[in-house]
């Protein structure tokens, strides 16, 4: 607490400033970074449309199998799986560019380098027997996505009582994305567009937020002048240090609350890989439990979902979370989690649906309190690559993961069976319950920092 105190007496005077117009720039921001997210989060809505464009139809016809195939749902899967690990793995890379250049240069650039991914994807949907178009497509997209929507931390200091708020600003900005699946359908399905062409739209789209964000995100000594003003102590990275200095510097501030960081990270892998597994094969997992039909229901639906709860849930558990505080945000998320759990056996289209919109909240939320935490833990300087190592270490263990469990599941059970999908469900969700308790005791008695650690504490 002392050492609070001399930080606010060490700030200086807050200049004064018009919070309209400065919430006017975050909300033109955020629509911006919506446009520009990737195709990642609508993927499940996409997978129909490209199965029907005829996307990895070879794989179908090496086995003498009809379009729709298992295999060629699997290479969609694995194909979620490597842009998803390949994006997440990345993010240490986006969180150095953050710290090092700013908030206006990774997010302008993220939505280039997604027009470029989208593009290729655009060129995919064509020349379908150019698979490699497709694979290099999506993990180039969504990684600018995630550049993109991590940029909108460049406001996080503007209104340090909302700071919470802000990070589900910047998830809803990637989560609504999932739209763009939908916008796609109605480009082919009602107004006559072929798939390569209504994602070519899309792309030119990106392209022109790429450039307003150049001039609406905030530069990166606008970023530390207000991290100044609220924390007392200036932060700024030094742009002479290599890319494995700056890492050594993230692991270092990791290494300052080493148990607490290693309590909480455990709980979020764990939580993470269920999620992300359940999304992975949630497609080929509602085929056999529902049937071809009410799948195809479903996979719709769960990008219209994800882009609802995006757009007005995250916002409003990031309200929440300043509201009620780090603890209790745990406990309700927690229950979001367990709920899911148990839904996720009904053989019922409308529980399924359920879940999805529970999976989704979960997942919400995981996104909130890993961004919070990165604000708790780490100093301005090093926000994006304390972050970006968290998230990065969850990407590879993911693609692992999701790349060799899904065969290991089929061939043990086969590929008719829900065994290959309970199973994991039990891998994974019986160590989140335990690690979600015992990290709730832990939040309860101990807490977090007050002032996030400095390499020089």
């Not at 909108?152 to 708020?165: D, K, N, R, T, V």
Request: with cysteine.
């Amino acid at each position: 607490m002392e050492e609070t105190n001399r930080l606010i007496q060490n700030r200086i005077p807050v200049k004064k400033r018009n919070k309209k117009l400065e919430t006017a720039r975050i909300v033109i921001t955020f629509f911006l970074c919506v446009l520009a997210s990737g195709p990642l989060t609508g993927f499940p809505t996409l997978m129909p449309r490209m199965v029907e464009s005829n996307i990895f139809e070879s794989t179908c016809a090496e086995e003498g199998k009809p379009p729709g195939c298992p295999e060629q749902l699997t290479r969609f899967e694995n194909l979620y799986t490597i842009s998803m690990g390949i994006s997440v793995g990345m993010s240490v890379v986006s969180g150095i560019f953050y710290d090092r250049y700013g908030a206006r240069k990774a997010g302008s650039g993220g939505a280039f380098l997604s027009f470029l991914g989208i593009s290729l994807f655009s060129l995919g949907s064509y020349f379908t027997k150019q698979e490699w178009l497709i694979y290099l497509a999506f993990p180039l997209a969504d990684i600018g996505g995630f550049f993109n929507s991590f940029s909108m931390y460049g406001f996080i200091w503007h209104f340090p009582e909302h700071q919470a708020l802000l990070v589900g600003v910047s998830l809803a900005s990637f989560q609504i994305s999932a739209i763009l699946g939908n916008f796609l359908v109605f480009m082919v399905n009602t107004v006559g567009f072929d798939l390569w062409a209504s994602v070519a739209v899309v792309a030119w789209v990106n392209l022109f937020a790429a450039v307003f964000l150049v001039i609406l995100l905030p530069s990166p000594k606008e970023f530390y002048d207000r991290a100044q003003e609220v924390l007392g102590f200036r932060s700024e990275p030094d742009t002479d240090h290599s890319l494995l200095t700056t890492i050594k510097n993230g692991l270092l501030i990791i290494w300052k609350k080493k148990w607490s960081n290693l309590l909480i990270f455990s709980t979020i892998l764990f939580t993470y890989l269920q999620i992300i597994y359940w999304t992975t094969t949630l497609v080929h997992y509602e085929i056999l439990l529902l049937g071809k039909t009410k799948a195809a229901v479903i996979a719709n639906d769960y990008a219209l979902i994800y882009a609802i709860l995006g757009a007005t849930v995250s916002p409003f558990l990031g309200y929440l979370f300043d509201r009620i505080g780090i603890f209790a945000f745990w406990i309700c998320s927690s229950l979001l989690y367990f709920s899911f759990l148990g839904i996720f056996f009904i053989r019922n289209e409308t529980w399924q649906l359920v879940d999805i919109v529970l999976g989704v909240l979960y997942n919400a939320g995981w996104g909130m309190f890993l961004g919070k935490l990165a604000i708790y833990f780490a100093p301005p300087d090093n926000l994006g690559v304390y972050y970006g190592i968290m998230f990065s270490t969850c990407g590879v263990l993911q693609c692992i993961v999701n790349i060799s469990l899904p065969e290991t599941m089929a061939i043990a059970f086969g590929n008719l069976s829900l065994w290959q999908f309970y199973v994991p469900l039990m891998i994974f969700g019986i160590p989140s319950v335990l690690l979600i308790i015992v990290l709730a005791i832990y939040l309860k008695k101990v807490g977090v920092p007050e002032v996030p650690p400095t390499l020089n504490d």
